[in-house]
């Protein structure tokens, strides 16, 4: 579950610079592709640097001018891009009181930037990023009846029809003239090639996507067409273990699969949590019927994650918390210790009148890292799963609450 861990970083990093904002258009954002040459950078900035000089407000050309040098003094360093890309932010961010802090953060994703952007405003320019973080995720959608059907995808949020066909299956009555057994039967042939078809497309688009990707196939249409559909085995073999759910819908045209969607809200939410649901449960029952194999608490769990003891770390995903490491200055003295954050607190409070065990001189933080992303990155060096877990369900608020927002299940039993 590196990637979980990896995701997360990324995304508390996104959420740090979303809460960032300048007096004015005052912040500057850069994303270099990977193929992009860094001297081309330097000269278009070189450019914009000129150009601020044109501003009018001298503090918002200032912070403007000050955040280019910034930029550039950085890129100094770099010969070229990372594998990935990387985007810069820099600028004067208000801090309230009537002051700015030139601020700059790097962020080098995990998947590549695909464009050249400079961009200057009150705020960071994020979509580029957050089109990164978004989910990859994939689920099949089919919505059919005997006349139209239609195959799309699901992909993170955007619903995209991918193939759409009809039938020539005649409707149910019969013109007159021609006997009733024989009508039926042609209709029923119809039908039948007409299922194959649906089931060559689909097979089609979503034996095109990696398995990995594709979480599971929705059906839908009105009774008995996608019961039929299903029970005649006109889809892949590997595909109709996938599909997870059926659905009654009155729509077969691309309008059917946004429908579709919706009475499968449910289902889907159900998937997500019903993985972290299973850790949970895991937990609960061990909790009660083998205590020894699990620990919770950070003190507890971290003493068994350092021992390689867990096989499982369970965090929540509220969990705000940092870890602080102090240094006397004069005695060298140092240890670490972990801190709420409470909303509207600021880091630098953390510490404050705490004074060396051993001389009494003050302490100095010498690093501050979040909680989640540091345990997580010790359980990534034991081989321990990380599990994440939403308070959107009974025992994930009881994580939170009860235990501290820090649990684990255990390799083997000890008394952490
Ligand atoms: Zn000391």
């Known amino acids: 579950m590196v990637e979980e861990f990896d995701r997360y970083e990324f995304k508390k990093k996104l959420e740090e610079l979303r809460e960032k904002s300048g007096r004015g258009t005052e912040l500057v954002t850069v994303y270099i592709p990977p193929e992009k040459q860094i001297s081309d950078v330097t000269s278009q900035l070189r450019d914009e640097h000129g150009q601020a000089s044109n501003i009018k407000s001298k503090s918002t050309r200032t912070n403007v001018q000050s955040a280019l040098d910034s930029i550039l003094s950085r890129l100094r360093y770099i010969k070229r891009p990372p594998e990935n890309g990387i985007a810069i932010f820099c600028g004067a961010i208000d801090i309230g009181g009537d002051k700015t802090n030139l601020d700059t953060t790097i ?64 409707g149910k009555t019969r013109r007159g003239g021609q006997s009733a057994q024989r009508f039926s039967r042609l209709r029923e042939i119809a039908i039948h090639e007409f299922y194959t078809r649906i089931g060559e497309h689909a097979n089609e688009v979503f034996l095109a996507i990696p398995r990995e990707e594709l979480i599971g196939i929705l059906i839908g249409g009105p009774s008995p067409t996608k019961e039929e559909f299903i029970k005649g085995e006109f889809l892949h073999h590997e595909l109709r273990r996938k599909v997870l759910d059926i659905f009654d819908v009155s729509y077969t045209d691309e309008s059917g699969l946004y429908e579709l969607l919706d009475a499968a809200k449910g289902t889907l939410e159900g998937i997500e949590l019903m993985k972290e649901k299973k850790v949970m449960d895991r937990f609960m029952k061990l909790l009660v019927n083998d205590e020894k194999l699990t620990a919770y608490g950070e003190d507890e769990v971290r003493t068994a994650l350092d021992a390689g003891a867990c096989e499982v770390l369970i965090l929540s995903e509220e969990l705000n918390k940092v870890r602080a490491t102090f240094e006397c200055e004069a005695c060298g003295y140092n240890f670490e210790k972990s801190y709420n954050l409470i909303p509207g607190m600021s880091t ?44 959107d369900f009974e025992e994930g608020g009881q994580l939170f609450r009860a235990f501290g927002g820090v649990a684990a299940i255990l390799r083997y039993r000890s008394g952490f």
């Open 348 to 391: 630098d409070e953390i510490g404050k009148g705490l004074t060396c065990p051993n001389c009494k001189s003050n302490l100095k933080v010498t690093d501050l890292v979040d909680v989640v992303f540091e345990l997580s990155g010790i359980a990534k060096d034991r081989g321990t799963e990380v599990a994440i877990i939403s308070t």
């Open 107 to 170: 962020i080098i994703p995990p998947e590549p930037i695909r464009s050249y952007r400079y961009h200057c405003d009150s705020s960071f320019l994020l979509e580029p990023l957050e089109e990164i973080l978004e989910d990859k995720k994939t689920y099949g959608l089919i919505v059919l009846d005997k006349r139209e059907a239609t195959i799309g995808v699901l992909k993170g949020k955007t619903i995209s029809a991918l193939k759409h066909t009809t039938s020539t299956v005649p």
